[in-house]
């Protein structure tokens, strides 16, 4: 038993000094292989701890040997641009001016919920809100909004020369009372890559035939055309259908 203790506090110290020479970085800023070198380390340290059977030696070397790995491809990647792209690849974009690339969502393999999702956890509910939307390479989101284009803006314009104090005051409150008589609501998706969201329909009270409609109103007649179809928080349809990411964001 005291073997066993001894053994788990080496390897324990043993673990902690090689992670941190690994650097300091927190585990949602990992990078995929430096992910899967953390899980091999752990894997590694725990079979000498839990069979006394094992030399200590089958423990040390691998880790050892994934140090050197690790450190290995650091280097590389800061001398070498194109070691950066084949090791820890590119940053993809999943939204641009308010459109969803759905080609890079499928080469992800992440459906528009998982999308959603993220953009309701960063504090957003509008796509509209979105400019760009970047996939970073340890998995993370980042977001670039139109409110801070607006913020930019709207600070100069209250710079602007001739504009008096009173002008600028009643304008800020025309805007507040705005925003507050707006009641928002939870964006509903009724159409996602040309399937009817049939149970959205249901809980909003509406049918088939109401979203047929509303698609005819922007002259659309073919759902399967249509790859996102939804309300805002604002209660506005919206939609987007294919090739509508390419013809926006190509410039």
Not at 161 to 184: L, M, Q, Y
Not at 215 to 231: F, G, R, S
Request: aromatic content about 8%; glycine content about 4%.
């Amino acid at each position: 038993m005291f073997i066993v203790l001894l053994r788990t506090i080496f390897l324990y110290i043993l673990v902690v000094i090689v992670m941190r020479l690994m650097g300091k970085r927190q585990i949602g800023e990992l990078q995929p292989y430096e992910f899967v070198i953390t899980i091999m380390i752990s894997d590694l340290a725990a079979l000498p701890m839990q069979d006394t059977r094992l030399p200590l030696l089958l423990g040390i070397i691998p880790i050892i040997t994934l140090l050197f790995v690790k450190t290995l491809l650091t280097q590389l990647q800061l001398k070498s641009q194109l070691a950066r792209k084949v090791i820890e690849g590119e940053p993809c974009i999943m939204i641009c001016k308010g459109k969803v690339n759905f080609k890079v969502l499928k080469k992800q393999q992440i459906n528009l919920d998982e999308l959603m999702e993220e953009i309701r956890l960063a504090g957003y509910f509008d796509l509209n809100q979105i400019e760009y939307a970047i996939l970073e390479n340890n998995g993370q989101l980042s977001f670039l909004t139109s409110y801070d284009s607006n913020n930019s803006s709207s600070d100069s314009d209250n710079k602007c020369v001739g504009a008096t104090s009173d002008e600028s005051t009643n304008s800020t409150n025309n805007k507040k009372s705005i925003k507050e008589n707006r009641r928002p609501q939870l964006p509903v998706i009724y159409v996602l890559d040309g399937k009817v969201n049939k149970n959205a329909l249901t809980t909003s009270g509406k049918n088939i035939f109401w979203i047929k409609n509303e698609l005819k109103k922007y002259k659309i007649n073919n759902i399967d055309n249509v790859i996102l179809a939804m309300t805002d928080t604002t209660g506005e349809f919206i939609y987007q259908l294919h090739d509508e990411y390419e013809e926006r964001c190509k410039n």
